[in-house]
């Protein structure tokens, strides 16, 4: 696709795996960094940038908390999705031996990704803001103690010396993105392989997520995911973020969600848009 300004806004610095993304989906755009993902969405709202690239969820650490309050409140429409590869390194300034290292900075996320490594070599783990991040401190402080886990990209970009690599304790450490834009894509009901997300809020009432789910089961219609997180503190108030498999204008889906609306006091469609052909 071709945009307003050509730009593509990610959470993190130049060489984080956001940018890699980026960069692997539209080669073309100029990736633009961002401090917070508020930042990255304020971005694509006000105009400054076309695109979001969203990580969502990896297969080892699980969903991306912070994206979860965000989406709500969000003008943005879900247009794409796409499953990256996770591969990290441990990287020091120039000079430096894996044996002098100490300690090792990243993101939470990264952290927990490379536990094992870390603990087999005596490497103590340090929260960095993100990778990228960790790898320009790193840079910066020219210890040869103190190493970074990043992509590959960001030694790169810091002028780092790979000491190890791929130490990430799985190998099918998988990041799932979605891009967001601020209009809905035009994709046709006929098209394979759709993927709607949603969200939803069901009623305070006895089985109300019972009710509203059964749709898609009488209906034939495949729910990949279903999250639930509490708004606003109030225990009794939960909202679910969904992803089915189907367009709405199919004629299962929209008696799905016409059921599921029957039992929610909101719902919300945050994007219809192709699964990534690695879904399967």
Do not use: W
């Not at 130049?14 to 960094?33: D, M, Q, R, T």
């Not at 796409?82 to 894996?98: C, D, N, Q, V, Y």
């Not at 103590?124 to 402080?141: F, I, K």
């Not at 190998?171 to 601020?182: D, G, K, L, S, Y």
């Amino acid at each position: 696709m071709t945009g307003k300004t050509g730009k593509i806004a990610y959470q993190g610095e130049p060489g984080a795996n956001s940018h890699i993304a980026c960069n692997a989906v539209y080669p073309g755009f100029e990736a633009v960094a961002c401090r917070t993902f508020e930042d990255v969405f304020a971005a694509v709202e006000s105009g400054e940038a076309d695109l979001a690239m969203i990580p969502v969820e990896n297969t080892i650490a699980g969903r991306v908390g912070d994206i979860h309050h965000l989406l709500p409140r969000s003008t943005l429409h879900m247009i794409g999705e796409h499953f990256m590869r996770i591969r990290f390194e441990l990287m020091a300034p120039k000079g430096s031996t894996l044996a002098q290292v100490k300690n090792a900075y990243s993101h939470i996320m990264a952290l927990g990704q490379c536990r094992e490594y870390l603990r087999s070599h005596g490497i103590q783990p340090v929260t960095a803001a993100d990778t990228a991040g960790a790898a320009r401190y790193v840079s910066e402080l020219g210890d040869p103690t103190v190493a970074a886990i990043a992509p590959s990209l960001a030694a790169e970009v810091y002028d780092l010396q790979i000491l190890a690599s791929d130490i990430e304790d799985a190998q099918h450490n998988t990041t799932r993105f979605v891009i967001m834009a601020p209009d809905p894509l035009d994709l046709d009901a006929s098209d394979a392989k759709t993927v709607t997300a949603f969200l939803f809020q069901v009623r305070n009432i006895p089985s109300a997520l019972y009710k509203a789910l059964g749709g898609f089961a009488t209906n034939g219609i495949n729910m990949t995911k279903l999250e639930s997180y509490q708004l606003d503190g109030a225990f009794t108030a939960t909202q679910f973020y969904a992803e089915i498999e189907g367009h709405p204008d199919q004629r299962p889906v929209q008696l799905a969600l016409e059921e599921l609306g029957f039992f929610s006091s909101s719902l919300k469609i945050l994007g219809v848009y192709p699964a990534d052909p690695q879904r399967s």
